[in-house]
């Protein structure tokens, strides 16, 4: 079942370790399937050296195993809650890529500080809320993707594909798992460069809003013409 959406799956998730987002087994990649509305995402706990297209888990939008030998990601729930809330995103991200988990745990959002971060990402990468003590203890993961589909519920969320976790780490989305990958990416450097930009200038100020906008809807919107 979905053997094609399987190996863009695998393949996507492979693309992490590749461009230095996680660490071990710290990340996961999901993608939905358009025809039956089921996703795939990455088993629970495998090395990426070990993982295989067919390792790939079919989970439904209530949750249940379609197919697959082993457990899906841990983080699956927080998938379901975000494919189920914005049916725009196709693919899903998450790991502890370190410069956007260092933010993530300092309970900051990202400000955008230059035309890197707005040519992808329309203002700040926000940081939402640590979960409530009962939240963490009922339903962790599930309660994880509520408290971002609530944050995102009246903004659009392809214009801003990332999000920090408080005290946790970061997901991003996309149009694809490949896509959300590029996205993870994206808000790993502007992470980076954000970091060290207040490093070298502590009073930096966010980049004047018209350059946010230049940037942003050149790339984004019925008027954008960069590219071919």
Same mark, same amino acid.
């Given at each position: 079942?979905?053997?094609?959406?399987?190996?863009?799956?695998?393949?996507?998730?492979?693309?992490?370790?590749?461009?230095?987002?996680?660490?071990? *087994?710290?990340?996961?990649?999901?993608?939905?399937? *358009?025809?039956?509305?089921?996703?795939?995402?990455?088993?629970?706990?495998?090395?990426?050296?070990?993982?295989?297209?067919?390792?790939?888990?079919?989970?439904?939008?209530?949750?249940?195993?379609?197919?697959?030998?082993?457990?899906?990601?841990?983080?699956?729930?927080?998938? !379901?809650?975000?494919?189920?809330?914005?049916?725009?995103?196709?693919?899903?991200? &998450?790991?502890?890529? #370190?410069?956007?988990? #260092?933010?993530?745990?300092?309970?900051? #959002?990202?400000? /955008?500080?230059?035309?890197? &971060?707005?040519?992808?990402?329309?203002?700040?990468?926000?940081?939402?809320? /640590?979960?409530?003590?009962? %939240?963490?203890? *009922?339903?962790?993961?599930?309660?994880?993707?509520?408290?971002?589909?609530?944050?995102?519920?009246?903004?659009?969320?392809?214009?801003?594909?990332?999000?920090? /976790?408080?005290?946790?780490?970061?997901?991003?989305?996309?149009? #694809?798992?490949?896509?959300?990958?590029?996205?993870? !990416?994206?808000? %790993?450097?502007?992470?980076?460069?954000?970091?060290? /930009?207040?490093?070298?200038?502590?009073? !930096?100020?966010?980049?004047?809003?018209?350059?946010?906008?230049?940037?942003?809807?050149?790339?984004?919107?019925?008027?954008?013409?960069?590219?071919?």
């Amino acid at each position: 079942m979905l053997e094609k959406l399987k190996q863009k799956v695998y393949e996507a998730n492979m693309l992490l370790p590749k461009h230095g987002l996680v660490t071990f *087994t710290w990340g996961n990649v999901s993608e939905r399937d *358009t025809e039956t509305g089921y996703f795939v995402i990455k088993p629970s706990g495998v090395d990426y050296d070990k993982l295989q297209p067919a390792d790939m888990v079919v989970m439904d939008l209530a949750g249940n195993k379609i197919e697959g030998s082993m457990n899906p990601s841990s983080d699956t729930a927080t998938h !379901v809650e975000l494919y189920k809330a914005f049916p725009e995103i196709m693919g899903i991200v &998450h790991t502890h890529s #370190s410069w956007a988990t #260092s933010w993530a745990q300092a309970g900051r #959002s990202i400000p /955008c500080y230059g035309t890197t &971060h707005a040519d992808y990402i329309y203002g700040e990468i926000p940081c939402v809320r /640590c979960l409530t003590k009962e %939240e963490i203890d *009922t339903a962790y993961e599930k309660n994880t993707g509520l408290v971002i589909a609530d944050y995102f519920k009246d903004k659009d969320v392809t214009a801003v594909p990332a999000v920090l /976790c408080k005290n946790h780490g970061v997901f991003t989305w996309g149009t #694809s798992a490949e896509n959300a990958v590029h996205n993870a !990416v994206v808000a %790993e450097e502007v992470a980076k460069m954000a970091a060290r /930009c207040e490093m070298i200038n502590p009073q !930096v100020q966010p980049a004047p809003q018209e350059l946010q906008d230049k940037h942003y809807f050149r790339k984004h919107g019925k008027d954008a013409y960069y590219g071919q």
